[in-house]
C-alpha cells in the first residue's frame, strides 16, 4: 500500500511524502500547480497505482502437487511464412557483427585454452564451435578442435568395449574422466555429421555413428517408460537414473536412420519424437526432466514422470529442444514461439510451466534470444524472426563490448544465430562444386598458418 503526507504547501506548490507500507521506501514528491497537466496525469496514476498495490497478493504462488492442470487458453498461432518480409534483414550489419564475435572466440580459445574457468574444457562449448566451423566451411577453425575432439572426448579403449563410442561431457589434461554425457555425445555426434557432409571426410560420417550407437547404449526402460539415461559413470560403472529432456535430438537421429539405413536408429527417433511431446507444458513450454523413479511412490500418477523442479523451466533450455524436432515435430516450436512472441519486448529466464508466468526476476540474455532466432529460421517463420533478431543484436552488441565477461558458450551460441540467418538470407544452394572449393579454400589458409590451432585446443 501507498501511503500519501502532505509536508509543505504553498500556494503554487505542494510536497507530498510518498510512504510505500510494504517496503518502508519514502521519497518526496513536489507537484507545481502551475503544471496542471503533471499533477492531474500523477494523480491519475498514483490512484491506480494505490489500487493495484492493494490487489497484488506478496504470497508466493503454489504449485500443484501433479502435473495435470487446465490448460492455459492462448491465441491460435498461425505462422507467416511470406518470403518477402516488409522489413529486410540487414546482412551487413549481422556480417560486422559475425566478425567480430569470431575474433572474440578467437581470444578465448587463446587466452584460455577453450576451458572455463574451472580449467574443463566442455563438450558441448567445443562441439557448437565445430558445427559453426563447418556451417562457415572453415576448415582452419574444424580440424584442430576435430582431432581434439577424437583424442580426449570419444572414449575408444579396447579393455572396455562396452563404453565404445561414450562421450565425456567435459576434459581436463590429469583429470581422470568422471562421466559420460547424452546431450554431449548428440552435440558432437551433430557436428561431426555436419563436417562430414561439408568436407566430404567419410571418416568423420563414421566416429558420428560411432558417437550415436554409444548414445543408443544409455537407453532404458524403467516403469514402463522409455529413457535416455543421462550418463554413465565410469567411476562407479553405473547409470544415472534420470534423463534430460535437451538429451534429445530426434531431427539428427531421424537423418542419420535415413542416411546410414540403421535398423536401431529409426525407432530411437520415434520414441524421442514421442517424448517430447508428452513434456509439453499447459503453457506451451516443455518440462526438462523424466525420472521414472517417483512412481515407486505415486504409481497412479503416470504423468509425474516428466516435470520440472517447482515448475520452473528454462526458456532457453525449451528453445533448443524445440530446435531440434523442427522435421518431425514442428509443432512443437510453433507453440514456443507463440509463448515468446506474446510476452515480448522482455522475455525472462524461467517461467512457470502450467501457468506461463515468469518464476523469478531475471531477464532473459543472449541463449535464449540465440535459440529463438534459429527456432525462427527453422520453421521459415520470418515474422517470428523478425521480432526476435532486434533483441538479440542488442544483447550480443552487449558481448562484443564487455568481453571479459561473457562465456564461450554464450559467444557461440550467437555466432551459430548469426550464421543460420546469414546462411537463409545470403548463402547460394549448396552445389558439390561450392563445397569442393569452399573446402580447397580453407585447406590452404589453414596450411599457410598454424597460429591459431597452436593457440588453442590441441
Avoid at 557483427?97 to 581470444?107: F, G, T
Avoid at 563414421?206 to 522409455?226: C, E, F, M
Avoid at 525472462?348 to 531477464?363: D, I, M
Wanted: proline letters at 6%; a positive charge.
Amino acid at each position: 500500500m501507498l501511503k500519501l503526507k502532505k509536508i509543505i504547501a504553498s500556494p503554487q506548490k505542494n510536497s507530498y511524502l510518498v510512504i510505500n507500507q510494504n517496503s518502508g521506501v519514502r521519497r518526496i514528491k513536489d507537484f507545481d500547480f502551475r503544471s496542471t497537466f503533471e499533477f492531474r496525469l500523477w494523480a491519475v496514476s498514483l490512484t491506480l497505482l494505490t489500487l493495484l498495490s492493494a490487489c497484488v497478493s506478496t504470497k508466493q504462488p503454489q504449485v500443484p502437487a501433479t502435473i495435470q492442470a487446465p490448460s492455459v487458453k492462448t491465441k491460435p498461432y498461425q505462422p507467416d511464412l511470406v518470403a518477402n518480409s516488409s522489413k529486410p534483414v540487414d546482412t551487413a550489419l549481422l556480417q560486422n557483427l559475425d566478425s567480430r564475435l569470431y575474433q572474440q572466440l578467437q581470444n578465448l580459445i587463446a587466452n584460455n585454452q577453450g576451458a572455463r574457468k574451472d580449467g574443463y574444457v566442455y563438450t558441448v562449448d567445443l562441439s557448437q564451435i565445430l558445427v559453426y566451423a563447418a556451417l562457415k566451411k572453415d576448415l582452419r577453425l574444424y580440424i584442430p578442435l576435430r582431432d581434439f575432439a577424437i583424442r580426449n572426448l570419444i572414449v575408444d579403449r579396447p579393455s572396455d568395449p562396452y563404453t565404445k563410442g561414450f562421450v565425456l561431457w567435459r576434459y581436463q589434461p590429469g583429470s581422470p574422466p568422471d562421466a559420460s554425457g547424452t546431450t554431449e555425445a548428440l552435440r558432437l555426434a551433430e557436428s561431426l555429421w555436419l563436417g562430414s557432409q561439408v568436407f566430404g571426410d567419410s571418416r568423420d560420417r563414421d566416429r558420428a555413428t560411432l558417437v550415436l550407437q554409444g548414445y543408443v547404449r544409455h537407453q532404458q526402460i524403467d516403469h514402463n517408460v522409455w529413457l535416455i539415461r543421462n550418463y554413465f559413470n565410469l567411476q562407479t560403472r553405473a547409470f544415472a537414473n534420470n534423463s534430460f529432456l535437451v538429451g534429445y535430438d530426434p531431427d539428427l537421429i531421424q537423418d542419420m536412420a535415413e542416411a546410414t539405413g540403421d535398423p536401431t536408429l529409426q525407432p530411437l527417433a520415434q520414441k524421442s519424437y514421442a517424448m517430447l511431446r508428452q513434456a509439453i507444458t499447459p503453457s506451451g513450454l516443455l518440462y526438462d526432466i523424466i525420472q521414472p523413479e517417483v512412481l515407486t511412490l505415486m504409481p497412479d500418477l503416470k504423468n509425474l514422470a516428466i516435470f520440472s523442479p517447482n515448475d520452473v523451466v528454462k526458456l532457453a533450455n525449451t528453445c533448443t529442444v524445440a530446435e531440434r524436432a523442427t522435421a518431425g515435430a514442428p509443432e512443437i516450436g510453433q507453440k514456443v514461439i507463440r509463448f515468446a512472441m506474446e510476452r515480448l519486448p522482455k522475455l525472462s529466464t524461467y517461467y512457470y510451466g502450467r501457468t506461463g508466468e515468469p518464476a523469478f526476476q531475471q531477464n532473459a540474455e543472449v541463449p535464449t534470444y540465440a535459440c529463438l532466432v534459429r527456432l525462427a529460421v527453422k520453421l521459415n517463420d520470418r515474422k517470428a524472426l523478425n521480432a526476435f533478431l532486434d533483441p538479440f543484436i542488442t544483447h550480443a552488441e552487449a558481448v562484443v563490448k564487455n568481453t571479459e565477461e561473457f562465456s564461450l558458450y554464450t559467444v557461440i551460441e550467437a555466432l551459430l544465430a548469426l550464421q543460420s540467418v546469414l546462411e537463409q538470407s545470403t548463402a547460394p544452394p549448396a552445389t558439390p562444386q561450392n563445397k569442393v572449393k569452399s573446402v580447397t579454400f580453407n585447406l590452404a589458409r589453414w596450411q599457410e598458418s598454424q597460429a591459431f590451432s597452436r593457440s588453442g585446443f590441441n
